[in-house]
């Protein structure tokens, strides 16, 4: 998937980039194209739902039966569930996922470095 992120959005280029000489607005500009293509390469290989399906901000209850994978309680936790308290980020899941296979290079290459020879 890091790869798929790099190829279509140069995200890793982004991210190794040092942004602190830069403007915000030079900033802002390059955000743009990699949000663009790393969006798309995720809409292409992967659905991804809420891990909770309620409105961030609202009051949640969390039984007994807490997927620990799924709901990170954060804040006073004490005692035993129920536990109740404010959603600050739903979560993600996967719902599907169909990735290309892997090329000669493995999981170890996540892009080639590239020459253009004259």
Known sequence: MLALLQRDGRLIDFLMEDITPYADTQIGAAVRSVHAGCRQALGRYVSLVPALDAPEGTRVTVDHAIDVARIKLIGNVSGEPPFTGV??????????MELPPLGAAGRQVIAPAEIEVA
């Open 87 to 96: 959603l600050h980020h739903r979560g993600w899941v996967v719902d599907r």
